[in-house]
């Protein structure tokens, strides 16, 4: 099993940043691929972003391509999404995501834990 927690959310207005942080518990975060999603009212659950096991190859949705970078840091067991030049329309909750599969997945359902999610919400 492992345990997944989110930080790092809150309010922020359009053009401003933030960093969420996934701490892992449980198991050692290196032997799994990391996702990021996020959810807004009335939406359904979308991909974000997310990095490999090992050598940290990372892969963004066009949304946030350019604008969010995803990181590990597999000696603190935690996993990080830097997002800068937010938008209104990135108002969501996001939750990370844990994969034991080799391939990183890019849909929700190659993933096998969940964390509970933070909101971040971008006033206009």
């Known amino acids: 099993q492992v345990q997944l927690v989110e930080s790092g959310g809150g309010l922020v207005q359009a053009g401003g940043s933030l960093r969420l942080s996934c701490a892992a518990s449980?198991?050692?975060?290196?032997?799994?691929?990391m996702g990021w999603f996020r959810q807004a009212p009335g939406k359904e659950r979308e991909f974000v972003a997310a990095?490999?096991?090992?050598?940290?190859?990372?892969y963004y949705a066009d949304s946030v391509k350019g604008r969010f970078t995803t990181s590990r840091d597999n000696a603190k067991n935690t996993v990080y999404l830097q997002m800068n030049s937010l938008k209104p329309e990135d108002t969501a909750v996001y939750y990370c995501?844990?994969?034991?599969?080799?391939?990183?997945?890019?849909?929700?359902?190659?993933?096998?834990?969940w964390g509970q999610g933070t909101q971040v919400t971008v006033s206009s």
């Open positions: 449980g198991r050692t975060l290196s032997n799994y691929a």
């Open positions: 990095i490999s096991r090992s050598v940290g190859r990372t």
């Open positions: 995501a844990a994969g034991r599969g080799v391939v990183v997945p890019t849909t929700s359902f190659g993933y096998d834990y």
